[in-house]
């Protein structure tokens, strides 16, 4: 009997578990590609080609009016589709509108209001927030962190698998390291008792799984922040503790804002922000904070050059020197 070929949707997963895509990217893409599909009445994509794409991508600019980065999302999940799944040339997508992409300047918290917000929170949001703006990095970096990832002899924090699947290294903040050594404590207690309960494998990417079939068991492995219940990996079935959730943080920052009277439409990411800014502003080398942060191109780094404390373009309002 001839085996059933999958459906595209299921074939379009195998092919991103294949190229080791993360699951927030498997996610997004199937998303793009049905919203592609049922935007073109459920035509099959082999039926269609370049005109289609920029029928599709044209009317997230303006319809939708997306950000350019929602719209290049969009674009690369189905290029993807047509490349690697479909076996199919896609053209040069002429004629077609671009998201314009609006220069904004990030919103930085001012080192009292940073100190403001740490002061209203506690336990683990008080750890990962003052990581975020210690160490500079995304949430979701954070909450990814494993506990080898912690070097207290060195004083620094390896991120691995960072955006554009990099890894790199920055600061330890000294004022985390007694927290993070009792936390390392915990999990190990915590981790005790799941191997005890049957449990206690953690996600470990790409091929580490079969490469070291114990790693999964070791302390060193275990996220830094695991979450308070197990739960199933939605790929593999399997039931294990993943690690925390960004809303709790989220939620518990905004609440934070709130209670210190800051009114900046604010966030998580803005620590992340507010650490290049400051350091900037000490005088720290921007190629050394463009390592920091994990920035492929220095441009991106220097726009936090206009926003130095020092007032738009360096120089003091006439009006203050009367």
């Not at 044209?58 to 290049?72: E, I, P």
Request: aromatic share 8%; charged share 30%; net charge positive.
């Amino acid at each position: 009997m001839q085996e059933k070929k999958p459906k595209l949707i299921e074939e379009v997963i195998n092919y991103l578990r294949l190229k080791h895509y993360s699951i927030r990217t498997e996610e997004a893409y199937i998303n793009w590609i049905k919203r592609f599909i049922i935007f073109h009445n459920k035509r099959h994509p082999l039926e269609m080609g370049d005109k289609e794409i920029r029928e599709f991508l044209t009317k997230l600019a303006v319809k939708d009016k997306v950000a350019a980065s929602t719209q290049n999302q969009a674009l690369c999940a189905i290029i993807f589709l047509y490349k690697e799944v479909l076996k199919k040339k896609v053209g040069e997508l002429e004629e077609m509108v671009w998201s314009s992409k609006p220069k904004k300047l990030p919103v930085v918290f001012s080192k009292d209001e940073v100190r403001a917000v740490l002061k209203n929170l506690n336990g683990i949001d008080w750890i990962v927030s003052n990581i975020l703006y210690g160490a500079g990095l995304r949430l979701i970096e954070c909450l990814r962190l494993r506990v080898q990832d912690i070097d207290f002899s060195l004083n620094q924090i390896i991120v691995r698998n960072g955006k554009g699947d990099k890894d790199r290294i920055t600061i330890l903040p000294e004022i985390v390291k007694s927290a993070l050594k009792e936390r390392i404590k915990e999990i190990q207690i915590q981790h005790k008792e799941d191997l005890e309960k049957g449990y206690g494998k953690v996600y470990l990417p790409f091929a580490l799984e079969k490469k070291y079939p114990n790693a999964n068991t070791e302390i060193g492995w275990q996220y830094l922040f695991p979450a308070d219940k197990l739960s199933e990996d939605p790929r593999s079935g399997v039931i294990r503790r993943h690690h925390l959730g960004e809303s709790a943080i989220q939620k518990a920052v905004k609440t934070a804002m709130g209670k210190a009277g800051i009114k900046k439409s604010a966030g998580c990411h803005t620590f992340r922000h507010s650490f290049a800014t400051h350091l900037l502003d000490r005088g720290i080398d921007i190629r050394t904070i463009q390592e920091l942060l994990g920035h492929e191109s220095l441009n991106t780094t220097m726009i936090y050059t206009h926003i130095i404390n020092k007032g738009a373009f360096g120089i003091m309002s006439p009006v203050d020197t009367l």
